[in-house]
């Protein structure tokens, strides 16, 4: 049910990816003609960064005619093409240099269309709070301009967002409010579009019969406005419906319409141009199928879909369809080939994850570069508008000089006198403006100096900040790298012990080494997670999902997976919360501060022992008490206590590894979910870590 809704959500996207994003832009095969006879337009698609100084040149060279939108549609050009080739960041910088000549312009609908533009942005790359307010602004602005067409995207990209937001209502009235914009527009085909949304809208509240309505009609249209079946643009729409509405009838218990549909998806898109659209089309196909539980015809498809996006290198795609083909392969109780793509998914998966971070890297140097071209023009226009100045102030004080020349000419005969006194004065003012002049130039070499001394400083903390994040980066990879044979290693235990459970034969000493294999292994992978955790919250990238949480179920869970350690050790691991009230937090990384807060205690307590775990409610928290009978911590390592890296004075009594950052991110962690930890012990007396996590009521 879990792959399942996630399937909802990713046809959800797909919708939007392909078709929001083609939504909010302006035409722009008129401009592209007017910059091919003075600019490859083709290179700039593969490089489309540029600096001011090249771009100052450009708009000089090809902008004869003075449209006064030239430079913000370049600019908007960029964007969109930085937007193509998945530089986010650089793609916003460009659409906020076009958005600034709205403040020296006339309102019109080109900026409208910017606008939506970087929302769409914003909304693939996850900030849907910005891209809710481009979207708005932009609705305003059309509706000043009576922009009808515009005004109709704007509803549909905000329906999107509160489809996101499951604010389905809302959702509704924003879909409609669109489709009756373009009803009244008369244009079908965008009709249509707006009835794959309310479709989709109906999918996601499970009103299934609704959904098909909606798909049927919009395929009616695509397919009535197709006259030429080469047309790429409705055989992709209709393979997609097809697809959709397999989906719907699978969900409706109907296997045999779903799967028609989707043999009939299956055959459009063997007509499709577009060897990326056609391998996604066909991926979608071969999971309806698969739902429908044709497994082997699904399995067919997805040798094919492997070829293809092998062959061009669709790693999203490839590592889809790998997962596709172990859950097949499962189907079919195939367990060795089931292993075998689960294993080949979390490698290709670990490709992309890696590639998305090196992406990242370089549209994090590209934005760099781009927001400082910008401020080096304004720093270039500013100092142009203080020569001006200066240059002005020069005129008006020669002027001023050659007024007073001509006074002291006529007045040389009765000035002679006072004009030698004045000259004697002025030789002394002479001297003094050399000695000035002298202690300029040597304030002048001191500065010099001081700014070499700050260039070498910062350079030095350049070069320790790049040598801190190649450690972490290297630390994440090595990670992620043993994450993958480790749950290999995992899963085959599981295999282990299911085929030991259906032989019917129980080896204890085969048994006893695979829990130990798990065991270990368990223990392994939490400190895997604990690095990357470490490594996400430097790198401000966790992700914090809180809910209503039952922390009696986790704690079991806990005991349950750590039970045969404990029982190696004779200690007792008891359960007092009885029956405590549910808390407010991440639900996983909940369970990873109480899992490292229980395995500390097993660790560090002795054999013949028991750690207790203890509840009370504290006004608005639930304060969680972990208790062992250990060795106790000195004061002195109380007050590191929480510190990354830290090694204490007592030792494991069971000889066990540390890390030495596990309480470090407990702390990060629980004030992340706005909690608290802390720590009372006394040598030979034990260890007392409470936790104090928000009440969810």
């Given at each position: 049910?879990?792959?399942?809704k ?21 035409d ?14 083709d290179?700039?698609?593969k490089?489309?960064?540029?600096d ?10 090809i902008?004869k ?6 430079e913000p549609k ?25 958005e ?5 312009t ?10 939506l533009?970087r929302?769409n942005?914003?909304?693939?790359n996850?900030?849907?709070e910005?891209?809710?307010?481009d979207?708005q602004?932009a ?6 301009l ?9 509803f549909?990209?905000?329906?999107l967002l509160e489809?996101h ?8 009235g924003l879909?409609n409010d669109?489709?009756?914009i373009?009803k009244k527009l008369?244009?079908p085909f ?5 009835l794959?949304?309310?479709a989709?809208l ?5 009103q299934?019969?609704?959904a098909?309505?909606y ?12 006259k ?8 992709i729409?209709?393979t ?13 218990n ?6 028609l549909?989707?043999d009939?998806a299956?055959?459009f898109s063997e007509q ?9 089309l ?6 309806v ?8 015809k699904?399995l ?10 092998a062959e061009y290198?669709f ?7 790998y997962?596709?083909m172990?859950?097949?392969?499962e189907?079919q109780?195939?367990y060795e080939?089931a ?6 998914s ?7 994850v ?7 890297l370089?549209?994090e140097?590209l934005?760099?570069?781009v927001?400082?071209?910008r ?17 002005k102030a020069?005129?008006?004080i020669?002027?001023?000089?050659g007024?007073i ?11 002679f006198?006072?004009n030698?006194?004045?000259m ?5 003012l002479l001297?003094t403006?050399k000695l000035i002049?002298?202690q300029n130039?040597e304030?002048?070499k ?7 001394a700050?260039?070498?400083?910062q350079?030095k903390?350049?070069e320790i900040?790049e040598?801190d994040?190649e450690k972490?980066?290297l ?5 992620h790298?043993?994450r993958t044979?480790?749950n290999s290693?995992?899963g ?5 012990e ?9 080896n204890?000493d085969?048994k006893?080494y ?14 895997i997670n604990t690095?990357?955790n470490a490594r996400?919250?430097e ?8 809910e209503?949480?039952?922390?009696n179920?986790?704690?079991?869970k806990?005991?349950?997976e750590?039970r045969?350690w404990?029982?190696r050790?004779?200690i007792?691991?008891?359960n007092?919360?009885k029956t ?8 996983f990384l909940f369970?990873?501060?109480l899992e490292?807060l229980v ?7 002795p054999?013949n022992?028991?750690v ?5 409610v504290?006004?608005r928290?639930?304060a969680?008490?972990?208790?062992d009978n ?7 390592d ?6 990354k ?5 007592a030792q494991?009594t069971g ?6 950052i596990g309480l470090s991110?407990?702390k ?12 009372t ?10 936790i104090n996590?928000p009440?969810?009521?």
């Open positions: 049910m879990k792959k399942l996630k399937y909802i959500l990713f046809l959800g996207l797909f919708w939007w990816t392909f078709s929001s994003f083609s939504q909010g832009t302006i722009v095969e008129e401009f592209k003609k007017a910059l091919e006879s003075n600019l490859d337009l290179q700039l698609k490089n489309p960064v540029l001011m100084e090249r771009s100052d040149s450009l708009f000089e060279s902008n005619g003075g449209d006064s939108l030239f370049f600019y908007h050009l960029l964007g969109k093409l930085n937007a193509e080739k998945g530089n986010f960041a650089v793609s916003i910088e460009y659409f906020n240099t076009a600034e000549y709205r403040k020296e006339n309102l019109r609908d080109f900026f409208v269309h910017n606008l533009d929302g942005v914003y909304y693939k996850g900030d849907f910005a891209a809710e307010k979207y602004t609705l305003s602005l059309a509706t000043t009576n922009d009808e067409a515009s005004r109709a995207i704007a549909n990209n905000l329906g489809l937001r499951k604010n389905f209502d809302l959702a509704s879909f669109a489709l009756s373009r008369n244009d965008l009709v249509a579009h707006s794959t949304y309310l989709m109906h999918f996601h509240q499970e299934f019969e609704s098909i309505s798909y049927l009609q919009a395929k009616d249209v695509y397919s009535t406005l197709q030429d079946k080469r047309d790429q643009r409705f055989q729409q209709i997609k419906l097809n697809n959709e509405l397999g989906f719907c009838f699978y969900r409706q109907k296997p045999e319409k779903a799967i549909y989707a009939s299956v055959l499709i141009e577009s060897n990326y659209d056609r391998a996604s066909l991926y979608q196909a071969a999971k199928i698969f739902y429908a539980k044709e497994t082997q699904a067919e498809i997805a040798y094919k879909i492997n070829g293809l996006a290198h790693k999203d795609i490839l590592q889809k369809n997962d596709l172990a859950d097949c392969f189907a109780k195939n080939k292993i075998e793509y689960a294993r080949k979390h490698q290709m998966k670990d490709q992309i890696n590639d998305r971070m090196a992406k990242k370089a549209d140097r934005s760099f570069q927001m400082t071209n401020k080096l023009l304004k720093m270039a226009e500013k100092e142009n508008e203080l020569k001006s100045i200066e240059l020069q005129e008006r020669s002027m001023l000089m007024i020349a001509l006074i002291a000419f006529l007045t040389v005969g009765s000035l006198y006072s030698r006194q004045k004697k004065v002025n030789q002394k001297e403006n002049e002298t130039e304030i002048k001191q500065q010099e100096q001081l700014s070499q700050n260039l070498k400083l350079k903390f350049t900040e040598m994040d972490s980066h630390l994440s990879i090595v990670a790298d043993l044979p480790l290693i995992l085959l235990c599981d295999l282990l299911m085929e030991e459970a259906d032989s019917g034969e129980v204890p085969r006893r695979i829990e130990l294999i798990k065991e270990s292994g368990g223990r392994m992978l939490n400190m690095l990357l996400k919250i790198s401000q990238q966790l992700d914090i999902k809180t209503e949480v039952d922390v179920l986790i704690l079991e806990i005991i349950s750590h045969p404990s029982k050790k004779s007792n691991i008891i007092e919360l405590p009230p549910p808390v407010l937090a991440d639900k369970q990873q501060v490292n395995t500390n205690a097993i660790k560090y307590s054999i022992s028991s207790k775990v203890v509840s009370e504290n006004d928290f639930l969680i008490k972990v208790i250990g060795p106790g911590i000195s004061r002195d109380q007050q590191r206590l929480f510190t890296y830290q090694r204490l004075s494991p000889g066990e590894d540390s890390i030495g991110l407990v990060k962690l629980i004030e992340l979910m706005d909690g608290s930890v802390s720590c012990s006394e040598l030979g007396l034990g260890s007392t870590f409470q996590i009440l969810a009521t």
